[in-house]
C-alpha cells in the first residue's frame, strides 16, 4: 500500500465562523495539508465522500447539528473517519463523551499549531489504519461471494470448530462430501488452515 502523504490527505473543517474557517486552512495548507471548509455539519454531511483519505476537525457548538450529533451521524453510517474536536466552550461530560466515541483529541480555542499537528498525525495513522481493516474485509468478502452455499455451509461449521464427521452429520452429508467442499472453501478463501481462516473471518461483520 502506498503511503498517504499530508498533501493526500483532506482535512474536512467544520465550524459556523467564516473567520475560524479562512484562518484555519490558511495555517493547515501553509504545513502541506489539503483543506476543505463547511460552514454547517449539513452542508458537509451532504458532500462527505467517506472513500477520501482525510480526517475531521470539527466546532462542538454550531447551529443545528452539533459536533457531538456529527459524531454520531457518521457513526450510525458506519463511517470511521477520524475527528478532532475544537471548541471555545469546553466542558468535561462533552470531552468524556466524544472521546469515549473515538475522538483523536478533543482541542480549546485559540488553538495551539503544535498541539493541531499533532492531533492530525494521529489522525493521519488512524485513517490509515481503518481504511487497511475496510480493504482487507472486502477481500474476504469478494472471496466469499466465490463460494457455492454448500461451501458456505462447510465453512461456517469449520469456523465453529466442527470436524469432517460431525459437519457431514448435521448437513447429512457424506464425510467424504464435506472433506471436498471443504477443500474448494478454503482454497478459493486463500486459507491454508483453521487458524488464518478464523484471522480472515474474525475481520468481518457477523
Request: overall charge positive.
Amino acid at each position: 500500500m502506498l503511503a498517504v502523504t499530508a498533501s493526500d490527505f483532506t482535512i474536512y473543517l467544520i465550524d459556523d465562523d467564516p473567520a475560524v474557517l479562512k484562518s484555519l486552512g490558511r495555517l493547515l495548507q501553509s504545513t502541506g495539508y489539503q483543506t476543505k471548509p463547511y460552514v454547517s455539519a449539513e452542508e458537509f454531511l451532504r458532500e462527505h465522500d467517506a472513500s477520501v483519505p482525510g480526517c475531521i476537525v470539527l466546532d462542538l457548538l454550531m447551529p443545528g447539528l452539533n459536533g457531538l450529533e456529527v459524531q454520531e451521524t457518521l457513526a450510525r453510517q458506519d463511517v470511521e473517519r477520524p475527528i478532532v474536536f475544537l471548541t471555545g466552550q469546553a466542558t468535561i461530560p462533552a470531552s468524556v463523551l466524544a472521546m469515549r466515541a473515538g475522538a483523536i483529541d478533543f482541542l480549546c480555542k485559540p488553538i495551539e499549531l503544535s498541539d493541531l499537528l499533532s492531533a492530525l498525525k494521529v489522525a493521519q495513522e488512524r485513517d490509515k489504519t481503518n481504511r487497511a481493516a475496510i480493504g482487507a474485509r472486502q477481500v474476504v468478502l469478494d472471496r466469499l461471494k466465490k463460494l457455492t452455499p454448500r461451501e458456505r455451509q462447510v465453512l461456517d461449521c469449520v469456523t465453529k470448530g466442527l470436524l469432517n464427521k460431525q459437519i457431514g452429520c448435521d448437513l447429512g452429508v457424506h464425510e467424504k462430501t464435506i472433506k471436498v467442499h471443504r477443500a474448494r472453501a478454503f482454497t478459493k478463501m486463500g486459507a491454508k488452515n483453521v487458524p488464518e481462516l478464523m484471522r480472515m473471518m474474525a475481520a468481518i461483520p457477523r
